[in-house]
């Protein structure tokens, strides 16, 4: 895996309890009589507005990790702060769209305001029907954190997406759990409450930082100095269905500043990125495939340039994707 693509997994490692607020999204079933769209559009509500903490744990790729998860909504806007327990200490605050990611034992601090490209890429807030490549329905019900849940299915029609299960409170409205399902059936992630409080308010210090400043690193997303392509050297000519172009700029990227061109596509709820760099611009790119968690990228020799292809989708979206990058032909 390549620096962009580690950059990306070390931020989705604390991120991912933020995900409880993206993944709950308003999802819509076609199946009549099925009240599942309600449900998913009150877990939406809940996880975004109501005050709650707790203990999670997160598995992937074998492993286990204990997190703990303050949040609230405070003079309207939704605060948040995930620390995570076990291993080497890191946390990530959200305070409203602003998002801080802080190493205390480095005082290192990464601060984005740009949300959406520092979380992992869950299903999106606002979303208000399920695309066609997708479905979703109720699958009966579990225990999780000692409350009885409803789980909601949302299935991948093809093997180009992930899957998700949902446990939900029905009480409160609360996600309680959280499967990734990859297109064999097998759970590729799985984040779920271990404990839950619902106290009525948050002391505002429990949502800060614990360092208030330090040596601030610069992010691997795009910065404030992207701009959009009006006319892209660039296309993906073979997207899976459902999948459209939602983004087309150019950025600096660290550690050299060097000229990136970066396009984003979106089916709705998976998004994958695509960088097309110079040859000069990473001494050691990355060949071939490489998985961290849910995430994959693929990278390949394109003429005089590199194409890196990195999304939370199965081995052989970015595959096919990176596969299709050609430069525009401008004719003669």
């Given amino acids: 895996m390549n620096d962009r693509a580690a950059t990306l997994a070390a931020a989705r490692r604390g991120a991912l309890a933020l995900a409880l607020l993206v993944s709950a999204s308003a999802v ?145 409205g609360l996600m309680l759990r959280s499967d990734l399902v990859g297109p064999d059936g097998d759970v590729v992630e799985r984040l779920m409450f271990t404990e839950l409080r619902r106290p009525e308010s948050v002391d505002p210090a429990r949502l800060r930082p614990s360092v208030a400043d330090g040596h601030a690193v610069p992010s691997a997303q795009p910065g404030d100095d992207s701009v959009a392509i009006d006319d892209p050297e660039w296309q993906v000519t073979d997207l899976p269905e459902g999948f459209h172009v939602v983004s087309e700029r150019r950025q600096s990227m660290p550690p050299d500043g060097q000229s990136v061109q970066h396009f984003v596509f979106s089916d709705g709820l998976a998004s994958v990125s695509v960088f097309i760099e110079p040859p000069s611009a990473r001494p050691m790119p990355l060949d071939g495939l490489s998985r961290f968690g849910a995430v994959h990228a693929f990278g390949r020799q394109l003429d005089d340039h590199h194409v890196t292809v990195v999304g939370e989708v199965p081995a052989a979206t970015v595959r096919r994707i990176a596969a299709s990058v050609q430069r525009v032909d401008r004719g003669s």
């Fill in 28 to 172: 819509a079933s076609a199946a009549a009589g099925d009240d599942a769209p309600a449900l998913l559009r009150r877990m939406s509500d809940a996880m975004r507005t109501q005050t709650y903490e707790g203990t999670l744990v997160y598995t992937h790729d074998g492993k286990i990790e204990s997190l703990g998860i303050v949040h609230a909504m405070i003079g309207g806007r939704e605060r948040e702060r995930l620390r995570v327990l076990t291993g080497k200490p890191f946390e990530v605050v959200r305070d409203g769209d602003t998002v801080t990611c802080v190493w205390p034992d480095k005082h290192r601090v990464v601060v984005s305001h740009r949300a959406e490209g520092l979380l992992p890429p869950k299903p999106p807030r606002g979303l208000q029907s399920l695309p066609p490549t997708y479905a979703a329905k109720l699958a009966g019900q579990g225990r999780i954190a000692g409350r009885t849940a409803r789980i909601v299915r949302i299935a991948s029609r093809d093997t180009y997406r992930y899957g998700y299960r949902l446990w939900i409170d029905p009480s409160s």
